[in-house]
């Protein structure tokens, strides 16, 4: 889920495209100054869509049927929003990298595995700690703190591009 600052209301005919980017990154808090509004995007991770078109976005206009499984029992969630509807598209594609020297472990999300290594060396050891911006394999990445051992760092203004990496303790 994500949650951030709606753009002011629109002055005229046209609907403003409230939906960005899908990010694999947690929620960040937002201040919602008085007089504006949130906007709350909801995500879910589906598997075996073979039946969408490829390469494209398929819009679900006001109500959509999950079937789901959860702790391995099947459910059914009708979920309804008749002011917006639904978007399907592409998830990230998250893969397995093997560690960088020094890591347990290292995962990329819509990045390959080289260019996940080269960052997750050079944005090791900033001057600053393991938070904050670091220039690395030609890219500026932001990075910050999942926990003492978890580090994740995405490309600036594209947070659908990211690695984690887990040092040891």
């Known amino acids: 889920m994500q949650v951030r600052l709606a753009p002011p209301p629109p ?3 046209f609907p403003q495209l409230l939906i960005k980017h899908w990010s694999a990154a947690p929620a960040r ?3 919602i100054p008085p007089g504006r509004s949130a906007v709350v995007q909801s995500n879910f991770l589906m598997r075996n869509c073979r039946l969408l078109p490829r390469h494209r976005n398929v819009v679900v206009p006001g109500s959509l049927v999950l079937l789901y499984r959860q702790s391995g029992r099947a459910a059914r969630q009708h979920v309804v929003q008749q002011s917006a509807g639904f978007s399907l598209v592409p ?4 893969r397995s990298c093997e560690p960088v020297p020094g890591s347990v472990s290292l995962m990329s999300g819509n990045i390959g595995c080289p260019l996940a290594r080269r960052a997750a060396t050079a944005c090791r050891h ?4 393991t938070w904050g911006n670091c220039l690395a394999a030609g890219r500026r990445w932001g990075c910050h703190l999942h926990s003492s051992l978890v580090e994740e ?5 594209r947070t659908s591009r990211w690695y984690r990496v887990r040092w040891p303790r």
């Not at 998830?91 to 998250?94: L, S």
């Open 11 to 13: 002055t005229g005919d």
């Open 29 to 31: 808090p937002v201040r």
């Open 91 to 94: 998830g990230p594609i998250i």
């Open 126 to 129: 900033m001057s600053h700690g």
């Open 153 to 157: 760092c995405s490309f600036i203004y």
